[in-house]
């Protein structure tokens, strides 16, 4: 079982980069790294998806070392809207019954 | 585009009471989930199903049954509802388990007195 550790929470203003990191020590040969978004209220909402390398979409970046042991999720330019709780998801084939979120880490944009 | 859909939106439950909470899909996915999330907290898998006919158990089962009949919905079921159970509840559905992207409904909120 890949078990995540994130920061609790992280703050920042708008306009900057933010970069939240998530260790995985455990991660499995198959196992894919997913990042999502949840606002109050709402249901997560898938953001970006990796394996290794760094991955890029219109709405984030994630970094993905050689060794899988950790990923970061970079989101350019921050605005107020993007705060929200992020949770860093690994998991595979045959996993399901062992997925958990966690506590996510809680970002706060400001002015 | 639905995408998926939980029916209710909210619900207020003596204990001991029972109900169920239904989810609909229209991606036509084979892997169906339900979570449950209690304030600060991330969302706990209760039960899974990997496809029609098909299901299992997640992280917290206990106290919750549920039943995949038709391939696009997916049932969750209180039979004697606690305290405990106030929470709210999240369905998800995704293609392949494999790549664990899962698609979420805008959840219910259950509060059983």
């Known amino acids: 079982l890949a078990k995540t550790t994130q920061p609790i929470s992280m703050d920042s203003y708008e306009g900057q980069e933010v970069n939240i990191t998530c260790s995985h020590n455990?991660?499995?040969?198959?196992?894919?790294i997913t990042w999502y978004q949840q606002f109050p209220s709402q249901g997560p909402r898938f953001i970006i998806q990796g394996y290794k390398t760094k991955v890029t979409n219109e709405v984030a970046s994630l970094f993905i070392p050689a060794d899988r042991k950790s990923s970061t999720l970079s989101l350019p330019r921050v605005s107020l809207s993007d705060t929200a709780v992020y949770y860093c998801l690994v998991g595979g084939t045959g996993t399901a019954s062992k997925l958990t979120f966690g506590t996510g880490t809680r970002l706060q944009v400001t002015l | 585009n639905a995408g998926v859909t939980q029916t209710p939106k909210f619900r207020v439950l003596k204990t001991g009471q029972s109900m169920t909470l239904l989810c609909a899909q229209d991606?036509?996915?084979?892997?169906m989930y339900w979570y449950r999330q209690d304030p600060g907290m991330g969302l706990r898998l209760i039960h899974y199903?990997?496809?029609?006919?098909?299901?299992a158990k997640g992280e917290v089962p206990d106290g919750y049954n549920v039943s995949r009949l038709k391939k696009q919905n997916f049932l969750l079921g209180l039979e004697s509802a606690a305290p405990s159970q106030t929470s709210v509840y999240f369905c998800?559905?995704?293609?392949?388990?494999?790549?664990?992207?899962?698609?979420f409904g805008a959840g219910t909120r259950l509060s059983v007195l």
């Open positions: 455990n991660i499995a040969t198959n196992d894919y």
């Open positions: 991606m036509n996915h084979e892997y």
């Open positions: 998800a559905s995704s293609y392949t388990q494999g790549k664990n992207i899962q698609y």
């Open positions: 199903s990997v496809g029609e006919g098909t299901t």
